[in-house]
């Protein structure tokens, strides 16, 4: 089969694709289990397919939020699931040839994926230092006013001047830490972490397969590029050919998927979270043919737009609440700058609303970036486990 009909054929099932593609089968599989093989390929698919159909009906408030990250790496871990149970299920057919490569090289990848995974766990320390920063501003003027009246009504002086450059100086050292600097934007973490490890000598003796990953994983260097390391995770990622969906009947497919999968989210969440050497520019073209292909290379064309946007071209994060961040404190330090002493009751009411936003601010992030850590730190270790699982499949059989 050409290679352009066979992507044409990615539009039908995995069930016709392969009626298409080997008329042999029969010799390989009985006709049963070559049935139950298409309907689990085809599955796969499916419900691949939802996932990101969903997160593209994200609207554009949401999308790359917290909570659509987060939500995100949901749809990652659930994937990956049900790659692991195909695996598992075909493992006679994963240690032969072309498969026995192909899921090695996913393996490789995923990887890769877990110095990502730590870099952005540094990004949501560098968060927090700002979330601490902002309820610095907060607290200097719901409960910093020194010596003066408590918070009474009417009329009554709220606000005074040392209040404000308190406010003002946190504001300045916020504004200086957000700034863009791609060699050392993670220089602000005083601790590497550990690959998600609390306690190391605990995670070392229930982890015995960590050992492979600690040369990659166990921190993430000063030198370390996110850029490179997602061009290292996409490097020589293409589509299946026909000859190869024939000769792994049809488990090239799932490989694929998955490859792609992790290459895209891993590159939202760099795209999404202040990390060293951040860069957006990786290859990734999934034919849209693919059940799941459009929905995926629309999200992808989504967040490429919101990185060319004028006011977010030199952000440290294309994440909806560092956006909230930069806007918040930039509107409240312009503020800062124009007040002038006594304060007009229009001021007041001014100032009042600005502290009022940046408190649901700083709710939202401390809501947020807990779960979100977690689940960050989940895709970690499922990522670890199911290379373990896949490595000792291939030396059980």
Same mark, same amino acid.
């Given at each position: 089969?050409?290679?352009?009909?066979?992507?044409?054929?990615?539009?039908?099932?995995? #069930?016709?694709?392969?009626?298409?593609?080997?008329?042999?089968? &029969?010799?390989?599989?009985?006709?049963?289990? #070559?049935?139950?093989?298409?309907?689990?390929?085809?599955?796969?698919?499916?419900?691949?397919?939802?996932?990101?159909?969903?997160?593209?009906?994200?609207?554009?408030?949401?999308?790359?939020?917290?909570?659509?990250?987060?939500?995100?790496?949901?749809?990652?871990?659930?994937?990956?699931?049900?790659?692991?149970?195909?695996?598992?299920?075909?493992?006679? @057919?994963?240690?032969?040839?072309?498969?026995?490569?192909?899921?090695?090289?996913?393996?490789?990848?995923?990887?890769?994926?877990?110095?990502?995974?730590?870099?952005?766990?540094?990004?949501?320390?560098?968060?927090?230092?700002?979330?601490?920063?902002?309820?610095?501003?907060?607290?200097?003027?719901?409960?910093?006013?020194?010596?003066?009246?408590?918070?009474?009504?009417?009329?009554?002086? @709220?606000?005074?001047?040392?209040?404000?450059?308190? &406010?003002?100086?946190?504001?300045?050292?916020?504004?200086?830490?957000?700034?863009?600097?791609?060699?050392?934007?993670?220089?602000?973490?005083?601790?590497?972490?550990?690959?998600?490890?609390?306690?190391?000598?605990?995670?070392?003796?229930?982890?015995?397969?960590?050992?492979?990953?600690?040369?990659?994983?166990?921190?993430?260097?000063?030198?370390?590029?996110?850029?490179?390391?997602?061009?290292?995770?996409?490097?020589?990622?293409?589509?299946?050919?026909?000859?190869?969906?024939? &000769?792994?009947?049809?488990?090239?497919?799932?490989?694929?998927?998955?490859?792609?999968?992790?290459?895209?989210?891993?590159?939202?969440?760099?795209?999404?979270?202040?990390?060293?050497?951040?860069?957006?520019?990786?290859?990734?073209?999934?034919?849209?043919?693919?059940?799941?292909?459009?929905?995926?290379?629309?999200?992808?064309?989504?967040?490429?737009?919101?990185?060319?946007?004028?006011?977010?071209?030199?952000?440290?994060?294309?994440?909806?609440?560092?956006?909230?961040?930069?806007?918040?404190?930039?509107?409240?330090?312009?503020?800062?700058?124009?007040?002038?002493?006594?304060?007009?009751?229009?001021?007041?009411?001014?100032?009042?609303?600005?502290?009022?936003?940046?408190?649901?601010?700083?709710?939202?992030?401390?809501?947020? @970036?807990?779960?979100?850590?977690?689940?960050?730190?989940?895709?970690?270790?499922?990522?670890?486990?199911?290379?373990?699982?896949?490595?000792?499949?291939?030396?059980?059989?």
């Amino acid at each position: 089969m050409p290679v352009t009909e066979y992507q044409r054929s990615f539009g039908r099932s995995l #069930l016709n694709l392969r009626r298409d593609s080997v008329l042999d089968s &029969a010799t390989v599989l009985a006709g049963s289990e #070559l049935t139950q093989m298409e309907a689990e390929l085809d599955s796969f698919q499916r419900k691949v397919a939802e996932r990101f159909i969903d997160l593209n009906a994200s609207t554009s408030e949401d999308l790359l939020s917290l909570e659509w990250v987060v939500k995100l790496l949901d749809s990652f871990l659930i994937c990956q699931e049900e790659f692991r149970i195909i695996v598992f299920n075909h493992r006679n @057919l994963i240690t032969k040839p072309p498969m026995d490569r192909l899921v090695s090289d996913y393996f490789e990848r995923s990887v890769k994926a877990l110095d990502v995974c730590n870099a952005i766990r540094d990004g949501v320390e560098q968060i927090r230092q700002w979330q601490k920063l902002i309820e610095i501003v907060i607290c200097a003027f719901n409960g910093g006013s020194s010596g003066g009246s408590s918070g009474g009504s009417g009329g009554r002086r @709220l606000t005074g001047e040392g209040q404000f450059r308190r &406010a003002k100086k946190t504001l300045n050292e916020l504004a200086i830490c957000m700034l863009d600097d791609k060699d050392s934007s993670s220089s602000s973490v005083s601790h590497r972490n550990r690959s998600f490890g609390r306690n190391k000598d605990h995670h070392h003796q229930n982890n015995r397969s960590m050992g492979h990953f600690r040369s990659l994983s166990w921190s993430v260097s000063r030198t370390w590029s996110a850029s490179k390391q997602l061009q290292a995770i996409g490097y020589n990622l293409v589509t299946p050919k026909a000859n190869d969906v024939t &000769a792994s009947h049809g488990l090239v497919v799932p490989v694929y998927t998955m490859n792609s999968v992790l290459l895209f989210v891993m590159w939202a969440l760099v795209a999404a979270i202040p990390c060293q050497d951040r860069g957006l520019q990786v290859h990734f073209n999934v034919p849209r043919s693919f059940q799941w292909g459009g929905s995926l290379m629309s999200l992808h064309d989504k967040i490429i737009e919101e990185s060319k946007k004028r006011d977010r071209k030199n952000s440290c994060g294309l994440l909806k609440e560092i956006d909230q961040i930069e806007k918040s404190s930039r509107l409240m330090s312009e503020l800062a700058d124009s007040v002038v002493f006594p304060l007009s009751e229009e001021k007041e009411i001014e100032v009042k609303e600005r502290v009022e936003e940046l408190g649901k601010l700083q709710d939202a992030l401390k809501n947020g @970036l807990d779960p979100f850590e977690r689940k960050v730190r989940e895709v970690f270790h499922r990522i670890v486990r199911s290379r373990t699982e896949g490595l000792d499949s291939f030396v059980n059989i």
